[in-house]
């Protein structure tokens, strides 16, 4: 895993793709990639003699999200560092380095935040940025006043221009919409990647299991972007548990994300997966999810047979979803087991997100 540094702890001299990189989009990987070079053989190195003095490939972006601190907006990320991480890994990057943002970094004037930060902090030799990047106090600075004070320091800056999908450009608010209606494939396709995230399994009342359909309850980073409330057909993956646990095996689940208005109307919004035919205890793991498609809305049913008898239909439909991608790029290796049993409980518990 590449490491995740603030500036002063960073390691130098670096090339920057200087940037927010939520949901790190396709748009955004065309910015990094500006800042990777392409790995010299063994004989270039020798010849140069210079490998290590080469400027490290590196994101710089900010935390919390300057909206938050200048405006109190909260800001709910597509990817949360540690998230970022793995998906930087196989761009190139070296390392992610977070500026911590604050009121007194909001008013640096442009060129005392190129001086302080990029040339004094980081060692800056190269920079890239997206045409719409935007710096410095009221956020008076743009892409070209940062090539032109680049070029005062000696750092090459490169200005890379929209990536446009159909008439509307690819950006992380697009996305965001996209998830926030339901629709998993359109954020998948503008993502170019799977849209997942994770959560601790949290032991609950046993109300799913009541229904005969036991699910793991989540408990979620409020941080965490979460797409449509709803039922879905999803994966799952253990990323950590119990010594002999399957990690790392994509598991068949139906996933639903909101309240329970037919059990416990008053509930504050949950997580909710319940793996197909899988006989785990998950209490006390990880749980990595991947929302594959909506199945329907949430509602309220007359009577506990009535939601029964609906979340069997939404198994029997998530099952035959996902039997058919098995074999895709989509969905490989998807495991499905044959007795269903108690996954951890459901209580009505999730960070606010």
């Known amino acids: ?28 990987r065309r910015v990094i990639a500006a800042v990777v070079p392409p790995e010299p053989t063994p ?35 597509l990817d949360l560092p540690t998230e970022k991480l793995e998906a930087l890994e196989p761009l190139g990057i070296r390392q992610l380095v977070l500026v911590p943002f604050d009121r007194a ?15 004094d902090q980081l060692q800056a030799r190269r920079i890239a940025v997206g045409d719409n990047f935007r710096f410095g106090a009221g956020r008076c600075g743009d892409a070209a006043e940062l090539a032109r004070l680049g070029a005062r320091h000696g750092i090459a800056v490169t200005v890379l221009p929209m990536l446009f999908d ?28 799977p849209y997942r995230f994770s959560g601790l399994v949290v032991r609950g009342r046993g109300l799913g299991r009541g229904l ?12 965490k972007f979460l797409p449509q409330e709803g039922v879905y057909a999803a994966l799952a993956w253990l990323e ?22 037919t059990v416990d109307p ?33 509602q309220r ?26 074999g895709s790029p989509l969905a490989a290796g998807i495991g499905m087991g044959e007795t269903p049993a108690d996954e951890g409980g459901d209580a009505p518990q999730q960070q606010d997100a």
């Open 240 to 261: 950590s548990g119990e010594p002999g646990m399957a990690c790392g095996e994509a598991m068949a689940a139906v996933m639903n994300l909101g309240p329970q208005p």
């Open 301 to 326: 049913f007359a009577s506990l047979e009535a939601l029964s008898a609906q979340i069997g239909a939404d198994v029997a439909a998530a099952r035959q979803l996902l039997s058919a991608l098995q």
């Open 1 to 28: 895993m590449i490491p995740l540094h603030n500036p002063s702890d960073a390691l130098r001299p670096t090339a920057i793709a200087l940037g927010s990189f939520d949901g790190l989009h396709r748009g955004h």
């Open 43 to 77: 004989a270039e190195a020798a010849a140069t003699g210079q490998a290590a003095a080469q400027p490290i490939p590196t994101v710089v972006s900010f935390w919390p999200h300057p909206r938050e601190v200048l405006h109190g907006e909260p800001r709910l990320r």
């Open 166 to 193: 159909g008439a509307e450009r690819v950006s992380s608010s697009r996305i965001r919409r996209a998830l926030a209606a339901g629709r998993i494939s359109e954020a998948r396709r503008l993502l170019e990647r």
């Open 105 to 119: 970094l909001a008013a640096l004037a442009p060129e005392a935040f190129v001086e302080q930060v990029l040339v």
């Open 212 to 223: 005969g359909w036991p699910t793991a309850n989540l408990a979620v980073d409020g941080r």
């Open 266 to 298: 008053l509930a504050a919004s949950a997580v909710e997966v319940h793996l197909l035919d899988r006989q785990i205890e998950l209490v006390g793991a990880s749980l990595r999810v991947e929302p594959i498609q909506l199945l329907r809305q949430q």
